[in-house]
Every structure is written in C-alpha cells, then in structure tokens.
C-alpha cells in the first residue's frame, strides 16, 4: 500500500444551500487544451457529421497525472486536407495543482487519421500501461502503449474486422482469465458513396434536416475475446451477442446480477436497450425486456445515447441513468440487486428538467464530495434549431448542459454548474476524472463541429480519499471498493460508459466534513476480498491485490 499526498489545502465551508458551493470553470484556454473538432460537414446533413465525437482521460506516461486523447473527425469526402486531420493527445505537464497540457500526439507515435467517433482506454497487454481502442466510421484501431510515452498502431495484426459504424467500446474480463476483453457498440448501417447530394429528410415545416436513425438499417454490435498474445478472437455469434442488429450508442460493464459475472448494457438509439446477461460459458442472454430495462415505464423505447452505471442510491448494486432526445426525459433504471429494474426518473426529479434537451455525455460523481453520486449530462440537438440556422450558427444544434445534485434521500435538484454551464455548444462526448490530482472530479467536455472544453471544478473544498487499485498479474478494471461507512458506499473501478468516451480509472469517495482516517474493503476481479486501513483522508492511495488475498 503506497500513500501519495497531493497537498491539498482545504478551505473553510459556511452553511450555504449545497448548490452555491459548485462551481465549475472553463479551463480550457489557460490549460493549453486547445483542439477543435472537424465533422466534415459540407452540406450534405450527413447524419454521421453530427454524431461525434468522444474524449479519453488516461495516464498514458505513468506519472500520476491524467491525460486527455480527443477523438477527431475530418472529410467524409475529397479533396481531403493535407496532413489529415488526427486525434490529438494531450499530456499533462502542470506541476501541483496547476493544469497545463502539452500536445504529444506526434512524439507518441499516434497516427488517428480515420474518422472518429469514441475511446476506450485499459490495458489490453497487462504490461503496465494503458492501451488505446479507437471505434471509427470505418476500420477500428487499437494502439498499443510501448512504454516511454509511445504507443504502436497494432490494429491489423488486432483481429479487429470490418467497417461497420462504431461509436462506443468497453473493456472488460468477461472469462475471468485476467485478460480484458472488448465490446463495440455499433450503429447503423449508413453509406457515404454513391449516396444523393440531397437529403431525403426533412422537420415539420419541410425544411431540410438530418435524417432519424429510423431511416437506416442497423447492425450488430461485436464482443471480442482477448487471447493474450495481442489478438483479439470475434466471438460474437458463440455469444449470441450477433443475434439481434440495433443502433446501439453507449455500452457500460457491471455485474447487473449480482452473481459474480460481467454483463453489459448497451443504449440503442430508438431501439429496446439491451442488457447481456453472462451465462459463464460463453453465452450472453439479453435480460432487458424482462428485467424491466429495455424500454422506459411506459414501454416506450426511447432515443438512447449516453449510458452511465453505479450505486446511486447506496444499496449495494448497479443502477443505469441514460440520456435521450428531446422531448423525451432522461431516464433512472433502479436496480433491486438481482437485475430486476423499475424507472424511478419522475420519482428522483430527473424527468422535467431534461424535457428540452438531448442528452449524449453522462456521467455519476460526487460533483461536491458530500458522498453521493451526482449527474451530469453533456447536451447536443440532433434536429435543427431553425432558431439557429437562421443565425447560421454551425452546426445549429447548440443547447446547454446539465447538472444535478443528490440530495442522499433519492431525488435530484438541478443547479447551474458555475460559469463552465453558461455556454452552450453542440456537445457530445464527456469524460470524468480528477485531473488535478485536487480531490474533486473535472470533467472534459467534446463538442462536435467546435472546441473542446475542460470543465475544471473548483467546488468549495470537502474531504475525501482516493483509490488507484493495482494487480500484480492480471487486470485491476472492474474492481468494487466499500467504504467503511453507514450505509456503505460502493464504488467501482472502470473506464466505459457516458457516450464515446473512456474515463479516470480510480474511485474518490467524497466524505464531506469527516476527516478521520478510512476503512475500505476491495473485491477484485477474480472475488478476492481485502480490507485496507486506516487510510489518511486527502490523498491518493494505491492499493495492490495480495497474492494470497481471501
């Protein structure tokens, strides 16, 4: 067990109103973290111009401190620009508590010039270090991380097929053999050649717009087993995960169940969601329908996008929140602890406030550190705002984006955020982590067609713990942490979710005022428990996996 302090001063709180203590800044420009998103629009209302992009938080060099990879778009069609548009990555350079990025993505060896769409960060290898997926309109990629601040295109050797439309990925150990497996979400089945120069779609008033996914086929998403040896085996048919075809958006890895399986949940867009139950042979059933997940209380499927999983409610198991279209609310899934699901969104507060808006990024995390999960929903339109269109804003699609906080006895309030929420921009994917290494969760923001943005939190100042877990020979991804606590918190380690995006690996539990030294229990992948103690409050700690832990 290593403790790292991070010399975090922590400021007196008076007794204000839990919103007045948020307070979220626009970092962007004085961190250096300057990238602008390319869709390729020219005209056409393409749907797929309008679908990315993601973002990726990762530790790619190893030095404690989070980096940002931002996923780019670029022509669909010629005269392309030369040199081609690329991913960026960002390595972060601040020393202390300061933010400042530096781009890399030459000197790393990173050649992302396939139109992007989402990330998904671990390690695939069990080396060390974090390895890159990339889910592309075309081929995907995957970059191996060599060590040194460099990493290695290895997607041809990868198994990786096809060139279907990606959008999102998710690592996780679905054999317990200690090797990261892979899902990739997949879209729709949406041409660029030879299509019309005019769009067939059009809104209410018969103006052009872009086309629902109604007008398009679907395909089916692919799992991938990972063999060890830097292949990938597509196990899709074996699994059954190949048997239906629908637009899927995001997908996130949890043990639903609760029987000590890996399962995903995949957001399908005007589709039934779809919820992989692991069978333990190699077999994924779809539980949605059944276990009251697919469609929303009034068995409506909705327009799924961004998908995030955790124990909002602190009992003890995995809940699911999504983001949808306008007109549509968001959408709460509780889950009773067997992978029984009721939708509580009306119940929580989280219907009205999300009525306007659509909703791709989303993410839960202790926005204040008082030791609940809050929400956060990264806003977009994807029909025209003739409003805007008239102002021949580009693309017109801009709405703002949404904060909620938990008030710990199962509803939610919105707040305005700070000043970071007083833009609006056309905002797609959102990526959660402590990039300041300060205690609290930032948040990077991706914007189609415009400038991403780092959402630095700068909420008044509460005590809390981190953990970064560690295995000595396997993966660490998909471990549970409970904080010693009444009712105990759970948290898990892991990187998918939100929409297109890849996430901070480690878990900060928020403790509020309490600043006595913690007692956490880790149940890592293989079922191993152990229990890890007294920890100082106000710092990072890495906990590793005993080798004969029970």
């Given at each position: 067990?290593?403790?790292?302090?991070?010399?975090?001063?922590?400021?007196?709180?008076?007794?204000?109103?839990?919103?007045?203590?948020?307070?979220?800044?626009?970092?962007?420009?004085?961190?250096?973290?300057?990238?602008?998103?390319?869709?390729?629009?020219?005209?056409?209302?393409?749907?797929?111009?309008?679908?990315?992009?993601?973002?990726?938080?990762?530790?790619?060099?190893?030095?404690?401190?989070?980096?940002?990879?931002?996923?780019?778009?670029?022509?669909?069609?010629?005269?392309?620009?030369?040199?081609?548009?690329?991913?960026?990555?960002?390595?972060?350079?601040?020393?202390?508590?300061?933010?400042?990025?530096?781009?890399?993505?030459?000197?790393?060896?990173?050649?992302?010039?396939?139109?992007?769409?989402?990330?998904?960060?671990?390690?695939?290898?069990?080396?060390?270090?974090?390895?890159?997926?990339?889910?592309?309109?075309?081929?995907?990629?995957?970059?191996?991380?060599?060590?040194?601040?460099?990493?290695?295109?290895?997607?041809?050797?990868?198994?990786?097929?096809?060139?279907?439309?990606?959008?999102?990925?998710?690592?996780?150990?679905?054999?317990?053999?200690?090797?990261?497996?892979?899902?990739?979400?997949?879209?729709?089945?949406?041409?660029?050649?030879?299509?019309?120069?005019?769009?067939?779609?059009?809104?209410?008033?018969?103006?052009?717009?872009?086309?629902?996914?109604?007008?398009?086929?679907?395909?089916?998403?692919?799992?991938?087993?990972?063999?060890?040896?830097?292949?990938?085996?597509?196990?899709?048919?074996?699994?059954?995960?190949?048997?239906?075809?629908?637009?899927?958006?995001?997908?996130?890895?949890?043990?639903?169940?609760?029987?000590?399986?890996?399962?995903?949940?995949?957001?399908?867009?005007?589709?039934?969601?779809?919820?992989?139950?692991?069978?333990?042979?190699?077999?994924?059933?779809?539980?949605?329908?059944?276990?009251?997940?697919?469609?929303?209380?009034?068995?409506?499927?909705?327009?799924?996008?961004?998908?995030?999983?955790?124990?909002?409610?602190?009992?003890?198991?995995?809940?699911?929140?999504?983001?949808?279209?306008?007109?549509?609310?968001?959408?709460?899934?509780?889950?009773?602890?067997?992978?029984?699901?009721?939708?509580?969104?009306?119940?929580?507060?989280?219907?009205?406030?999300?009525?306007?808006?659509?909703?791709?990024?989303?993410?839960?995390?202790?926005?204040?550190?008082?030791?609940?999960?809050?929400?956060?929903?990264?806003?977009?339109?994807?029909?025209?705002?003739?409003?805007?269109?008239?102002?021949?804003?580009?693309?017109?699609?801009?709405?703002?984006?949404?904060?909620?906080?938990?008030?710990?006895?199962?509803?939610?309030?919105?707040?305005?955020?700070?000043?970071?929420?007083?833009?609006?921009?056309?905002?797609?994917?959102?990526?959660?982590?402590?990039?300041?290494?300060?205690?609290?969760?930032?948040?990077?923001?991706a914007n189609n067609h415009g400038p991403a943005r780092l959402y630095r939190n700068d909420s008044a100042p509460m005590h809390w713990l981190g953990l970064a877990l560690e295995v000595d020979a396997g993966t660490a991804l998909g471990s549970t942490a409970w904080l010693d606590a009444k009712p105990p918190r759970r948290r898990r380690s892991h990187t998918d979710g939100s929409y297109a995006s890849a996430h901070d690996a480690r878990i900060v539990f928020g403790l509020g005022r309490e600043r006595a030294p913690q007692w956490v229990r880790v149940r890592w992948p293989d079922g191993a428990e152990q229990r890890f103690g007294p920890l100082?409050?106000?710092?990072?700690?890495?906990?590793?996996?005993?080798?004969?832990?029970?």
């Amino acid at each position: 067990m290593v403790a790292r302090p991070l010399g975090c001063m922590l400021w007196a709180t008076l007794a204000l109103p839990a919103w007045a203590a948020i307070r979220f800044v626009d970092a962007s420009a004085e961190a250096g973290l300057q990238f602008v998103h390319d869709s390729g629009m020219v005209g056409e209302l393409w749907t797929v111009e309008i679908t990315g992009a993601g973002v990726g938080l990762l530790d790619f060099d190893n030095d404690g401190r989070l980096d940002v990879w931002l996923v780019q778009g670029g022509p669909l069609v010629g005269p392309h620009k030369q040199p081609p548009p690329s991913d960026r990555l960002f390595r972060n350079v601040g020393v202390g508590s300061e933010l400042r990025f530096q781009d890399v993505t030459e000197a790393a060896g990173v050649s992302a010039t396939r139109y992007g769409m989402g990330i998904a960060c671990a390690d695939v290898d069990n080396d060390g270090d974090t390895d890159v997926f990339l889910a592309n309109f075309g081929a995907n990629q995957l970059f191996l991380n060599l060590g040194e601040g460099r990493f290695r295109d290895a997607s041809a050797s990868a198994g990786f097929t096809g060139e279907r439309w990606s959008i999102a990925a998710s690592f996780a150990d679905i054999d317990g053999d200690g090797l990261l497996d892979l899902y990739v979400a997949n879209y729709l089945d949406f041409q660029i050649a030879g299509r019309q120069t005019s769009t067939p779609c059009s809104t209410y008033s018969s103006r052009p717009s872009y086309c629902a996914p109604s007008n398009y086929e679907r395909v089916p998403d692919r799992l991938y087993r990972n063999l060890g040896d830097g292949r990938f085996d597509d196990v899709s048919r074996r699994a059954g995960i190949d048997a239906v075809a629908r637009a899927g958006m995001g997908v996130v890895a949890a043990d639903f169940n609760a029987d000590g399986r890996i399962d995903f949940y995949v957001a399908n867009d005007a589709d039934e969601n779809s919820l992989w139950l692991n069978q333990g042979d190699g077999r994924f059933a779809d539980g949605a329908l059944l276990g009251g997940a697919a469609v929303n209380a009034y068995g409506v499927a909705e327009a799924s996008m961004g998908v995030a999983a955790a124990d909002h409610d602190a009992d003890d198991d995995v809940d699911i929140f999504l983001t949808h279209d306008v007109k549509e609310s968001n959408t709460l899934f509780v889950n009773d602890g067997k992978g029984w699901f009721e939708d509580r969104t009306s119940r929580a507060g989280l219907a009205a406030g999300s009525m306007a808006y659509t909703g791709f990024g989303t993410g839960w995390f202790d926005a204040d550190n008082d030791g609940d999960l809050d929400l956060f929903a990264a806003n977009g339109a994807v029909s025209i705002v003739e409003a805007q269109r008239a102002e021949r804003i580009l693309p017109p699609l801009r709405q703002f984006n949404q904060l909620w906080l938990n008030d710990a006895a199962g509803r939610f309030e919105q707040t305005d955020g700070g000043p970071a929420f007083a833009s609006h921009a056309t905002s797609r994917g959102a990526a959660f982590g402590d990039l300041d290494n300060d205690g609290d969760i930032d948040i990077v923001v991706a914007n189609n067609h415009g400038p991403a943005r780092l959402y630095r939190n700068d909420s008044a100042p509460m005590h809390w713990l981190g953990l970064a877990l560690e295995v000595d020979a396997g993966t660490a991804l998909g471990s549970t942490a409970w904080l010693d606590a009444k009712p105990p918190r759970r948290r898990r380690s892991h990187t998918d979710g939100s929409y297109a995006s890849a996430h901070d690996a480690r878990i900060v539990f928020g403790l509020g005022r309490e600043r006595a030294p913690q007692w956490v229990r880790v149940r890592w992948p293989d079922g191993a428990e152990q229990r890890f103690g007294p920890l100082a409050v106000d710092r990072y700690h890495t906990l590793r996996r005993a080798a004969a832990a029970q």
